[in-house]
């Protein structure tokens, strides 16, 4: 071979290595705090493997495989099914394994839901695409909860901890996998439009016809879904597999193609008088199936927080290992600047995203000031963390030069998956004014959650000060809704940085306070102020 194509200055493999990924000094101190530290030997145990290269090799397969619909039969028989790659299933057994998918609610532990947060926001780092079923299912457990009877049913096939792929009745598997189904091309997010019908029948199903626009996971074995019923919209339940064995039916038109979130099946689904059963009350569908989009909320700043984990490990990696201009990049003070800028933000999504899932917790346990944190953070939580996880993957993959553009190097893909949780479950606007909508039907959520804010009262002069901008903000309602991004966003900073100040490390609090909240800052990542010291920052996301 000619020395021309000797190999130099290339950066070693992370996964591999033996790294731990939950090695996470934020994401361990939430869950002590919470008292689920019990769950850390199988959280470490779950880490090796996502540190694993086998564990990356599923991620990679499973997207550049992606799903396959098969209509129909060989014979002309409509058959309706989602063929993946060995894969995609690989990463579905480990998740539902280790509980990722509704453990919680069997398990009595302390700290149950906090526990399955950490795990499904490690297990993440991985592949995000399996994360849409497995959240889906998590959530729909408290909307059967609306009528006992379905709970009874489902409930413990959907906590199950084994995975059972295929197409058969749901009493006759080991374990179930739920889906969604709620919105149509002519109204998107406003649900109430929905023109799906549902009619009852004699022996107390309905029977549905309509064109749903987006149902992700469509070889789930039931979905929750929205129709209109005599009594109004309403939230019913249907099986793709039948009590009689037969298939119900839901036709799957197409599946859809996306920009990232390519593991994943999402698709168009006909109901051609389908069989379902309702949930809750006739004309009482949003109320009902509301608990369920606040966890698949909770699931899409988890996965943000997840993927900034992954952006920022990664480059920290590439530029401990990679040099130019005769040092190590990490050695650059500019890319220092730029690198403890993507640890700080990721840290400070990870803090508030493990913050609501103690809230959620704690709202299950029947906390009425946690349930009021938790409704108004939800929605601020949402809207920023998912808002600011494209800009961070994308200066994340810019830290590799052209290596991170190449598709190899797993960062596009990284890159494509970032915007998806600020679009699901209601995109930037949507969160944002339902966060006013918060504000506004249950205002004594504002103080439930600014005094979570104000413990830290007096800690960091420069996060007193945003939270007395905040409370300004909120007391001027002129074009409240106008201005509803730039609020909700100030209220997230200041969420964020009382978690860091109180509960964080001090340096990354100090960056977060100076940059975020007290101005110092310009509009691109790698602009922290001079005079920080950013090594004990980088140090929180290498490893060794």
């Given at each position: 071979?000619p020395?021309?194509?000797?190999?130099?200055n290339?950066?070693?493999?992370f996964?591999?290595?033996?790294?731990?990924l939950?090695?996470?000094?934020?994401?361990?101190?939430?869950?002590?705090?919470?008292?689920?530290?019990?769950?850390?030997?199988?959280l470490?145990?779950?880490?090796?493997?996502?540190?694993?290269?086998?564990?990356?090799?599923w991620?990679?397969?499973?997207?550049e495989?992606?799903?396959?619909?098969?209509?129909?039969?060989?014979?002309?028989?409509?058959?309706?099914?989602?063929?993946?790659?060995?894969?995609?299933?690989?990463?579905?057994?480990t998740?539902?394994?280790?509980?990722?998918?509704?453990?919680?609610?069997?398990?009595a532990?302390?700290?149950?839901?906090?526990?399955?947060a950490?795990?499904?926001?490690?297990?993440?780092?991985?592949?995000?695409g399996?994360?849409?079923?497995?959240s889906?299912?998590?959530?729909?457990?408290?909307a059967?909860r609306?009528?006992?009877?379905?709970a009874?049913?489902?409930?413990?096939?959907?906590?199950?901890?084994?995975?059972?792929?295929?197409?058969?009745e749901?009493?006759?598997?080991?374990?179930?996998?739920?889906?969604?189904?709620m919105?149509?091309?002519q109204?998107?997010?406003?649900?109430?439009?929905n023109?799906?019908?549902?009619?009852?029948?004699p022996?107390?199903?309905?029977r549905?016809?309509?064109?749903?626009?987006?149902?992700?996971?469509?070889?789930?074995?039931l979905?929750?879904t929205?129709?209109?019923?005599?009594?109004?919209?309403?939230c019913?339940v249907?099986?793709?597999?039948?009590?009689?064995?037969g298939?119900?039916?839901?036709?799957?038109?197409?599946?859809?193609?996306?920009?990232?979130?390519?593991?994943?099946?999402?698709?168009?689904?006909?109901?051609d008088?389908?069989?379902?059963?309702?949930?809750?009350?006739?004309?009482?569908?949003?109320?009902?199936?509301?608990?369920?989009?606040?966890?698949?909320?909770?699931?899409?700043?988890?996965?943000?927080?997840?993927?900034?984990?992954?952006?920022a490990?990664l480059?920290?990696?590439?530029?401990?290992?990679?040099?130019?201009?005769?040092?190590?990049?990490?050695?650059?003070?500019?890319?220092?600047?730029?690198l403890?800028?993507?640890?700080?933000?990721?840290?400070?999504a990870?803090?508030?995203?493990?913050?609501?899932a103690?809230?959620?917790?704690?709202?299950?346990?029947?906390d009425?000031q946690e349930?009021?944190?938790?409704r108004?953070?939800?929605?601020?939580?949402?809207?920023?963390?998912?808002?600011?996880?494209?800009?961070?993957?994308?200066?994340?993959?810019?830290?590799?030069?052209g290596?991170?553009?190449?598709?190899?190097?797993?960062m596009?893909?990284?890159?494509?998956?970032?915007p998806?949780?600020?679009i699901?479950?209601?995109s930037?606007?949507?969160?944002?004014?339902d966060?006013?909508?918060?504000?506004a039907?249950?205002?004594?959520t504002?103080?439930?959650?600014?005094?979570?804010?104000?413990?830290?009262?007096?800690?960091?002069?420069?996060?007193d000060?945003?939270?007395?901008?905040?409370r300004?903000?909120?007391g001027d309602?002129t074009e409240?809704?106008?201005?509803?991004?730039r609020v909700?966003e100030?209220?997230?900073?200041?969420f964020q940085?009382?978690?860091?100040?109180?509960?964080?490390?001090?340096?990354?609090?100090?960056?977060?306070?100076?940059s975020?909240?007290?101005?110092?800052?310009?509009?691109a990542?790698?602009?922290l102020?001079?005079?920080?010291?950013?090594?004990?920052?980088?140090?929180r996301?290498?490893h060794a």
């Amino acid at each position: 071979m000619p020395p021309t194509h000797e190999v130099t200055n290339q950066v070693p493999e992370f996964h591999g290595q033996g790294h731990d990924l939950a090695e996470d000094p934020t994401l361990l101190a939430a869950l002590r705090r919470a008292g689920a530290e019990w769950v850390e030997p199988e959280l470490h145990e779950l880490g090796r493997r996502a540190g694993t290269a086998e564990a990356a090799d599923w991620g990679r397969l499973a997207n550049e495989y992606p799903p396959v619909l098969r209509t129909h039969d060989r014979y002309g028989h409509r058959i309706d099914e989602v063929e993946f790659h060995p894969a995609w299933h690989e990463l579905m057994r480990t998740a539902v394994s280790h509980g990722l998918h509704a453990a919680p609610w069997r398990d009595a532990r302390p700290g149950a839901h906090t526990a399955r947060a950490a795990k499904f926001y490690l297990w993440g780092q991985v592949e995000a695409g399996h994360s849409c079923p497995i959240s889906m299912t998590y959530a729909a457990v408290p909307a059967l909860r609306a009528t006992p009877e379905l709970a009874e049913r489902f409930e413990p096939l959907l906590a199950s901890t084994e995975y059972d792929f295929g197409l058969r009745e749901p009493s006759g598997k080991r374990g179930l996998i739920a889906g969604m189904s709620m919105t149509e091309k002519q109204g998107g997010s406003d649900v109430r439009t929905n023109t799906t019908t549902a009619t009852p029948q004699p022996d107390g199903t309905y029977r549905l016809v309509g064109h749903k626009w987006f149902t992700s996971a469509p070889m789930s074995d039931l979905f929750l879904t929205l129709a209109q019923a005599p009594g109004g919209l309403s939230c019913f339940v249907l099986p793709r597999v039948l009590p009689d064995g037969g298939r119900n039916r839901l036709h799957i038109q197409r599946l859809k193609e996306k920009l990232g979130n390519r593991s994943n099946a999402s698709s168009e689904l006909e109901y051609d008088g389908a069989v379902g059963w309702l949930v809750g009350e006739e004309g009482r569908g949003v109320p009902t199936i509301i608990e369920m989009v606040n966890m698949t909320r909770l699931d899409c700043t988890l996965g943000a927080a997840s993927g900034m984990r992954t952006g920022a490990v990664l480059a920290l990696h590439h530029t401990t290992h990679r040099r130019a201009f005769g040092k190590a990049l990490v050695d650059q003070p500019l890319m220092r600047n730029v690198l403890a800028d993507l640890v700080v933000e990721s840290e400070a999504a990870t803090a508030v995203a493990m913050r609501l899932a103690v809230a959620t917790d704690l709202s299950q346990a029947g906390d009425e000031q946690e349930t009021l944190v938790r409704r108004l953070g939800l929605a601020v939580a949402k809207y920023w963390v998912c808002k600011r996880g494209p800009a961070h993957a994308a200066e994340a993959l810019e830290c590799f030069g052209g290596n991170g553009y190449a598709e190899e190097s797993g960062m596009p893909r990284l890159y494509r998956e970032a915007p998806l949780v600020s679009i699901w479950e209601g995109s930037g606007n949507v969160a944002a004014l339902d966060a006013l909508r918060a504000m506004a039907k249950q205002p004594a959520t504002v103080e439930a959650l600014l005094g979570e804010i104000e413990t830290a009262a007096g800690a960091d002069r420069r996060l007193d000060a945003a939270v007395a901008e905040v409370r300004k903000q909120l007391g001027d309602l002129t074009e409240l809704e106008y201005r509803a991004r730039r609020v909700v966003e100030q209220l997230a900073l200041c969420f964020q940085g009382s978690l860091l100040v109180r509960h964080g490390d001090q340096a990354v609090a100090d960056a977060f306070c100076a940059s975020r909240l007290g101005g110092d800052h310009g509009g691109a990542f790698g602009t922290l102020p001079a005079g920080l010291d950013v090594e004990p920052i980088l140090a929180r996301a290498r490893h060794a």
